[in-house]
């Protein structure tokens, strides 16, 4: 298991297998913001994406590989599901297909194309009910989620280093609605306006929401007790 | 450090905490964390979770055949 852990606090470790990143020894990972991530997104040429909207399909086919991994990868971190993922990358580019002509130009292609992604599998959440009832509990702390929990009780923290396979398995076990905040804020870079925007619901519902998805996963990972007490 | 301060109990710094995190101030300066060991524990956990779980999805390749059934699903809707 020792290739599956990264340190807890201190320099963040390069080597992640298939994309390793670029992360300077002793600095933490730079948190890409939605608007930096246009500039690191595939760039699309003015030209490639005027034949799409003129209804080239060779412009389309293209358009479709340059962003198929990123579109992908979102549904796969939203959905946990890689048969879900496939099914809604599938809906994200017919629907594209069907709006792309209406794309004026106001933000990034790629932003655009993000976002729109984010609505449909939004739009498969709310139709299956999830994210409503997560949104619910989420306005509503349990006794289990209350704040005070994490301590004068089994006070337990996490150990020296996070198991990855443990966490990816942590995140995929999360309710849909605390997934879906958890993976566009702490992995896409959205902010939490941005957030309450997609999701129809308060700032504070989204921060509070982000909050117990963290502390569900800090409680999946945790491992030594450490027996302090209430101060 | 005010008393005031001084005497939050942990309970009172945990409910403040989304809200201190999500703000983007640095929840690690805030006083009750530099006089408490456990508050502070837990913020450098869900930090580090934050932290690993940004590293922790690398981009992967739709399956191969799923710009067939796009093509198709376009062809269909004409």
Redesign the interface.
Same mark, same amino acid.
């Given at each position: 298991m020792g290739q599956s852990r990264?340190p807890?606090?201190g320099p @963040? /470790?390069e080597a992640?297998? $298939?994309?390793p $990143?670029e992360v300077s020894a002793g600095q933490? $990972?730079p948190?890409i913001s939605a608007p930096a991530r246009e500039s690191i997104a595939a760039i699309l040429s003015p030209e490639l994406l005027e034949r799409a909207q003129a209804g080239d399909?060779g412009a389309f $086919?293209e358009i +479709?590989?340059l962003h198929?991994? &990123?579109i +992908? @990868?979102l549904c796969? /971190?939203m959905l946990g599901n890689p048969a879900e993922?496939?099914d809604m990358?599938?809906e994200a580019? !017919?629907q594209l297909?069907r709006k792309i002509a209406t794309f004026r130009g106001e933000s990034a292609f790629s932003t655009w194309l993000h976002r729109l992604a984010i609505n449909v599998v939004l739009m498969r959440l709310r139709k299956k009910g999830l994210l409503l009832i997560s949104l619910d509990e989420a306005m509503e702390p349990t006794t289990e989620e209350r704040?005070?929990r994490?301590?004068?009780e089994d =006070?337990l923290? #996490?150990a020296g280093a996070?198991d990855?396979l443990a !966490?990816?398995r942590a995140?995929n076990d999360l309710p849909a609605g605390y997934r879906l905040i958890?993976v566009l804020h =702490?992995?896409e870079g959205y902010e939490?306006n941005e957030i309450a925007d997609m999701l129809e619901c308060s700032?504070?519902n @989204? *921060?509070?929401q !982000?909050? *117990?998805a /963290? #502390?569900k #996963?800090?409680d999946a #990972?945790?491992v030594h007790p /450490?027996g302090?007490g209430? &101060? | 450090m005010s008393e005031e301060t001084k005497s939050m109990r942990c309970a009172e710094f945990q409910a403040q905490l989304p809200e201190l995190i999500g703000s983007g101030a640095s929840a690690a300066e805030h006083p009750h964390v530099k006089e408490c060991n456990l508050c502070r524990e837990l913020l450098e956990s869900l930090e580090a979770i934050a932290e690993a779980a940004r590293q922790l999805f690398p981009e992967v390749e739709p399956p191969e055949n799923l710009w067939e059934n796009i093509e198709l699903a376009i062809k269909n809707k004409k």
């Open positions: 990264v807890v606090k @963040s /470790r992640f297998e $298939a994309e $990143a933490p $990972a948190r399909h $086919a +479709y590989f198929k991994r &990123r +992908y @990868s796969l /971190r993922a496939e990358t599938q580019f !017919l297909h704040p005070g994490s301590f004068g =006070d923290s #996490l996070i990855r !966490l990816q995140i958890f =702490d992995i939490h700032i504070g @989204s *921060k509070s !982000l909050h *117990k /963290r #502390l #996963l800090r #990972l945790r /450490r302090e209430q &101060r | -």
